[in-house]
């Protein structure tokens, strides 16, 4: 029909598509809109299933709490506002730049689809990786919880924790407030935790009089030998070795500074 319409009316594709979908989103009933989403759902599934992932009704639970229903919400015209100096960039404008603009008379819309449809699979391939990945260290994660001692959870490789920590059920979770893992640049990193998975605040604290301070100048006024670094904001440090990492989390954990129990 669009291309029919076209021939006859001179009309853009994109015209034609746009005033489809008005005219849908006009006729879909209740019923008929509950069914294609629930169409969506099974598609989704069924590609996880035919790419031999795990765990599929918490990665589809990820994929539908952070892609499909920001969809489904803006098509419903609810759209998401932060209290901040800036807007958010979600996927529905971001696949809108491939729009042309008012300046852009020439452009061939087919060639701009495609390049929307293959940014758009790039994010949902990569989105599904992601989210695959956090589950899998949050099951990992879970399993080395009961090695918490001193506060202190030491992680034998880099994994994201906040899941894990978080919505664990073993009560050793809650005394967790430092976490040391390796770093990628060699050394190991040290991490207050935050007071809740979504707060940027921490828990506890380095000495304030640490903030940004390297390697020698840190290591003099620590005591700690190897110390390497402690971030300006303070929510992570670094030293060359497990031992002094360990350190280095004790006065965290010992810092007067601190307005824990």
Known sequence: RPLVCMSLT?????????????QWNKQITKQSREQLTEDVNSLIKDYLQKNNYEFIDELYSAIEEKLVKQIDGIDNGIFPTIKAEY?????????????????????????????????ATIIFDNLIKSEYAKIKATKKVS????NVQDNILILDE????QEAIFTSTNPKAKEIK???????????NVKPITISKESKELLINFPSKYFGLHDEELANISGIKTAKFVHLSGFLASTETLED???LAK????????NID
């Open 10 to 22: 001179g009309s853009s594709l994109e015209e034609e598509l746009s005033n489809s979908i008005f």
């Open 87 to 119: 807007s958010l960039l979600d996927l529905d404008h971001i696949i809108d730049l491939f729009n042309p603009t008012w300046e852009e008379q020439e452009v061939d819309t087919d060639i701009n689809f495609m390049k929307a449809y293959e940014t």
């Open 143 to 146: 399993t080395l919880i009961d």
């Open 158 to 161: 880099y994994l994201p924790y």
């Open 178 to 188: 430092v976490i040391i893992l390796p770093s990628n640049r060699g050394g190991y």
């Open 245 to 247: 990492a360990i350190l």
């Open 251 to 258: 006065q965290a954990l010992n810092n007067p500074e601190n």
